[in-house]
């Protein structure tokens, strides 16, 4: 057996590939399967020609200079891949970000190029980082699923059919990395080989999915994945499939703010404007008013700003923007709301930003899902989402996730930033009574599951996703109306900006 289990060993225990994965992240360089597989994206032809020539500038440079695994060089054809993924997820990431699409441009290449220069300059580890972060997360997929499934056919795996369908050119080489090292053995089944870990391969499989962790990988790609399915809905429509009631709750709370013609009023995450231009919150404020629509997604204030143009609508203004950081000086609004969107925040953060920039005596206020949402209080739910359930205790994750704030969480936020807070609870009904929007909705929508999805591979994530719909019609055909609902309750909370 190659002693170079030893080294990598020692290589994995180290501190350094956290810090350098960390790093990569910080620097907005990334790679995922959930990225490269995806069959969406799109890269124009003058974009793949600047790719390529980036690409092997790069390869040029690593390898005359022997670096990326100084130690153990790697096979050309694993040298260009190296370069090629990360420069080709980082671009879709630099497009996502900078267009709220999936669609490369020269721009976008550009841009990652110069994120990976940067990385590298900074890495300690110099060129090798890059390899580095390959390493990590390639081969992390690669055991990951075969610990995932027990065990996978040798050809599945060099075809990358369940795990990989990015970059199979290098797969041979891996399997045969992972033979050498002892992390994989190989058994002839009858009907072909099979590939299952060795205890060496579990402790592998163990320490790189405590480096994704630790280096904040995997939460980015739970939180990330999000951008990939939340603008592929039909937002408003799915919504008032699965919360039949919440256009009259929302109605019915925006009128509680007493928000008067004139005013200056910011709206944090008001992604298609169903607050702000569907339901009123515009008119509230009169022709001489002003709403500053504020919310991180591209794709959604597009529909908000298709809406306002449909409509004449003259004061609403949309601002791209998050809100921990909001891109106003201090008291600039009379007041400012949130409907349905602090629970994707780091909530503290976004009601001192929220306080900020709200004039002192001015009102702060936010409408947020019911604390600690566990979809599974439908009774239906309960039944229909079992693997999911179990997929969580064989994780050892929690079941969802962005469903609702922990219990407590906006009355302390509240609580800390402003005075006179009052938080009141509003029931209205959940309703998976269309079961297929109701699966949109948690896990494209409100994307309750990715803190289970970003762990499995690639290939079963979208298997559990179909089977979930397949099951769900048999399961709706089997429970009565009663059994798809649930009556929830929703927090408003309203406190004002001291100092008046
Ligand atoms: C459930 S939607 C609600 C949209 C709208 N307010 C409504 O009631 O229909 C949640 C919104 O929060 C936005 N969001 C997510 N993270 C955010 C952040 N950090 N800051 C502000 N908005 C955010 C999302 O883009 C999305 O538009």
Redesign the pocket.
Known sequence: MDDGHAVLWSWLMDHAPVDTVRQALADGVVLDTWINGDAEEQVGAAAETRLVQEQERWVTTALTTGAIFPARPMPDAYVRTVFHDLLFSTALYAAHQAKGRRTVDVPDVEEAAARLRRFVARAPAGLTAAGVVFFVIATHEDLNAIAYYGRMAADDFLHGRLHRPWSPVVLQAQLALYHRLGWVDRVFTGTGDMLTLTDRGRAVVERLRHILAASGELAWRADNQRWAV?GEMD?DTV?ARVAPDANAQ?AQYLKSLGLRAGMRVL??????G??TVDLGLADLVGPGGMVVA????RT?LDKLEAKIRARGIRNVQVVQG???ALPFPAHTFDAAV????LH??DVDR?VAEMARVTKPGGLVSALCPPPEFDVRTIPMVALWFRPLTALAERLGVPFGEKNGLPRGRLQAAFARHLTDVVVTDLPRTVSAEDYRSFLTFVLK??AFFQNILCRLPYHERGALIQRLEETGAAIAAHTTPAEKQAVVYNEAAYGRVPGA
């Open positions: 939340f937002y919504l929302t709206e944090v995450g008001c992604g298609t169903r607050a504020l919310d991180p997604s959604l998050i809100a921990e949130a409907v349905a969107a994707f925040t976004a929508g409100a």
